[in-house]
T-cell receptor, first 115, second 113 residues
Framework: AQTVTQSQPEMSVQEAETVTLSCTYD???????LFWYKQPPSRQMILVIR??????QNATENRFSVNFQKAAKSFSLKISDSQLGDAAMYFC????????????FGQGTRLTINP | GAGVSQSPSNKVTEKGKDVELRCDPI?????LYWYRQSLGQGLEFLIY????????KSGLPSDRFSAERTGGSVSTLTIQRTQQEDSAVYLC???????????FGAGSRLTVL
């Protein structure tokens, strides 16, 4: 079974600075998807960024980018120019390329932005 | 509607009572998922519906938990004889058949006294 591990329960960063959230996963499959979701206090899970494992290029969405290291099974999220609105729980998630489409989530990292 | 709608937003019940949580997915989304999020924890998969296929119930923690999806749209998660450890936020999500992105609702917070 696939597992996702986020080793940082909490992180904090000064506003306008850059922060990196870590995620590792375990799978025997070669094709899959990886995601970062954000969960603010409203509880709504919001997709931040996604990566297809067959793509070597790291995904980027505005201030959010990933460092995808397939061999190391690592998928970190970098947030540049941190803003107060970025404060939330961040979850890393894995999904098989075929078959069952459920997401497997990590335990989450709580990100605090200091003004 | 434009998003995934869940009701009730909050539910407080007494131990031993049955509860029903409702999820109304995005129109046209044939895949529907239920997850449980205990306090300070990650999301635990419960059940997955895809069209007319048999649901993947592999995540249901006990036979007190069940879910149905009527007419390929609205889903109801039922918890019978609730226990205090059932207290959590129950999140529903939906997606298109071959999409790899799930859209989540705001969840139902269940508190069992």
């Amino acid at each position: 079974a696939q597992t996702v591990t986020q080793s940082q329960p909490e992180m904090s960063v000064q506003e306008a600075e850059t922060v990196t959230l870590s995620c590792t996963y375990d799978t025997s499959e070669s094709d899959y998807y990886l995601f970062w979701y954000k969960q603010p206090p409203s509880r709504q899970m919001i997709l931040v960024i996604r990566q297809e494992a067959y793509k070597q290029q790291n995904a980027t969405e505005n201030r959010f980018s990933v460092n995808f290291q397939k061999a190391a099974k690592s998928f970190s999220l970098k947030i540049s120019d941190s803003q107060l609105g970025d404060a939330a729980m961040y979850f890393c998630a894995y999904r098989r390329f075929q078959g069952a489409q459920k997401l497997v989530f990590g335990q989450g990292t709580r990100l605090t932005i200091n003004p | 509607g434009a998003g995934v709608s869940q009701s009730p937003s909050n539910k407080v019940t007494e131990k031993g009572k049955d509860v029903e949580l409702r999820c109304d997915p995005i129109s046209g989304h044939t895949a529907l998922y239920w997850y449980r999020q205990s306090l300070g924890q990650g999301l635990e998969f419960l059940i997955y519906f895809q069209g007319n296929s048999a649901p993947d119930k592999s995540g249901l923690p006990s036979d007190r938990f069940s879910a149905e999806r009527t007419g390929g749209s609205v889903s109801t998660l039922t918890i019978q004889r609730t226990q205090q450890e059932d207290s959590a936020v129950y999140l529903c999500a939906s997606s298109l058949v071959r999409a790899n992105v799930l859209t989540f609702g705001a969840g139902s917070r269940l508190t069992v006294l």
